[in-house]
């Protein structure tokens, strides 16, 4: 090969180098334009002082809303056969379970050592379970004390949640960390359904999931008077029952014991939804709302009820208006309507061994 053939060999490798960086270029440009377009889709602007609306953590949930019927049962069949209640162990019937016998006592921290190194293979809500020493109640080893022992060992992986149902790899992930911690503790495995039956009843749970993960809102946009302001929005809220708190906005406490921490929260309608507690006696805004998660609350339509009285009177308190999450004035009739969506949902969850509020239940629809 001479002088020439070696230049023109060059020049052909710069010019593929160039259109590579071009496109490198062009792809990660593409992408960037795709991110944002898909953070900013959706959102609108109030055309009142131009304030963003805020788009809350439960924008890819639905929404009830007043002219919306009841919907068919999404499912053919049940999810389940009751519910193990409040006490947290390993006998739901939204689990996948390896269970770990054996004669030996087992420290807590022998057991949940093995687990936390290998824990980070499943990205689907887990847990490691023990039956306490001299006792038949079960315990979550990453919540007992340290000086917890346990008989028998319990290996969970919930099998559905917002993300999807569990796939056959996820099945293989938790199979693989029962297996070391049998083979360190010499215990056998034994496990509570087959692959074949635990991936039928992901899709099952699946589409349990997309049927109840809804949301009930009351909007309440000013209206007597150009905004409310932080205090009087405080005191508002105070009167209504309503405690600042998690996430920096007001929320109705659950009073009964239970998984369920709130019945319904109060949020800023506008961007960025929170309340900021140092600069409330300067903060104004639009528009509030009021929301709670149906499935995640005990007896939602009672929850339901406190939460349209509290919006009441918090109108009447600030001089506002209630208005549906369409931003249409919402009569007693469209209350109504939603309260009977809400009930149907009650009835079908319970019909389907997943009460409302239930554990189960607060595990699959997280608020």
């Known amino acids: 090969?001479?002088?020439?053939?070696?230049?023109?060999?060059?020049?052909?490798?710069?010019?593929?180098?160039?259109?590579?960086?071009a496109y490198d270029r062009g792809r990660i440009k593409r992408r960037l334009l795709a991110a944002l377009e898909s953070t900013f889709k959706g959102r609108s602007r109030d055309a009142i002082d131009e304030t963003e609306e805020a788009e809350p953590s439960w924008s890819e949930r639905r929404v009830l809303r007043?002219?919306?019927?009841?919907?068919?049962?999404?499912?053919?069949?049940?999810?389940?056969?009751?519910?193990e209640g409040g006490q947290e162990e390993p006998f739901g019937s939204i689990d996948f379970i390896v269970f770990l016998?054996?004669?030996?006592?087992?420290?807590?921290?022998?057991?949940?050592?093995?687990?936390?190194?290998?824990?980070?293979?499943?990205?689907?809500?887990?847990?490691?379970?023990?039956?306490?020493?001299?006792?038949?109640?079960?315990?979550?080893?990453?919540?007992?004390?340290?000086?917890?022992?346990?008989?028998l060992l319990a290996l969970a992986l919930q099998l559905a949640d917002r993300s999807g149902p569990v796939n056959e790899s996820q099945l293989n992930a938790i199979s693989q960390i029962a297996l070391k911690l049998a083979d360190a503790l010499d215990r056998p495995t034994r496990f509570n359904m087959t692959f074949e039956q635990a991936l039928e009843r992901a899709c099952a749970l699946d589409k349990f999931c997309g049927a109840f993960d809804v949301i009930a809102t009351i909007n309440i946009l000013a209206e007597s008077a150009p905004v409310f302001r932080g205090p009087a929005i405080e005191r508002a809220a105070q009167e209504v029952?309503?405690?600042?708190?998690?996430r920096d906005i007001y929320h109705r406490k659950n009073a009964q014991e239970g998984p369920c921490q709130y019945l319904y929260s109060l949020a800023n309608l506008y961007q960025p939804g929170s309340f900021d507690p140092?600069?409330?006696?300067?903060?104004?805004?639009?528009?509030?709302?009021?929301?709670?998660?149906?499935?995640?609350?005990?007896?939602?339509?009672?929850?339901?009820?406190?939460?349209?009285?509290?919006?009441?009177?918090?109108?009447?308190?600030?001089?506002?208006?209630?208005?549906?999450?369409?931003?249409?004035?919402?009569?007693?009739?469209?209350?109504?309507?939603?309260?009977?969506?809400?009930?149907?949902?009650?009835?079908?969850?319970?019909?389907?061994?997943?009460?409302?509020?239930?554990?189960?239940?607060?595990?699959?629809?997280?608020?």
Do not use: C
């Open 1 to 21: 090969m001479g002088l020439r053939g070696a230049l023109v060999i060059l020049g052909l490798l710069i010019i593929a180098a160039v259109a590579l960086t």
């Open 66 to 83: 007043p002219e919306v019927a009841p919907e068919a049962a999404a499912t053919e069949q049940g999810t389940g056969s009751g519910d």
């Open 101 to 151: 016998p054996g004669e030996r006592i087992v420290e807590r921290d022998a057991a949940l050592g093995i687990y936390k190194q290998h824990e980070y293979l499943i990205d689907k809500p887990h847990r490691l379970y023990g039956q306490r020493e001299g006792r038949q109640s079960w315990g979550n080893l990453a919540r007992d004390p340290d000086r917890a022992r346990y008989g």
């Open 241 to 246: 029952g309503l405690e600042f708190g998690n």
């Open 278 to 367: 140092l600069r409330l006696d300067v903060f104004q805004t639009q528009g509030l709302t009021l929301f709670m998660s149906v499935p995640s609350v005990p007896d939602p339509p009672a929850a339901f009820k406190g939460m349209v009285e509290a919006a009441r009177l918090l109108a009447r308190r600030l001089g506002g208006r209630l208005f549906d999450a369409d931003r249409k004035p919402l009569t007693d009739g469209g209350l109504r309507a939603i309260q009977a969506q809400i009930q149907d949902i009650t009835d079908r969850m319970a019909q389907q061994g997943i009460a409302p509020g239930s554990l189960n239940a607060v595990r699959l629809f997280p608020p």
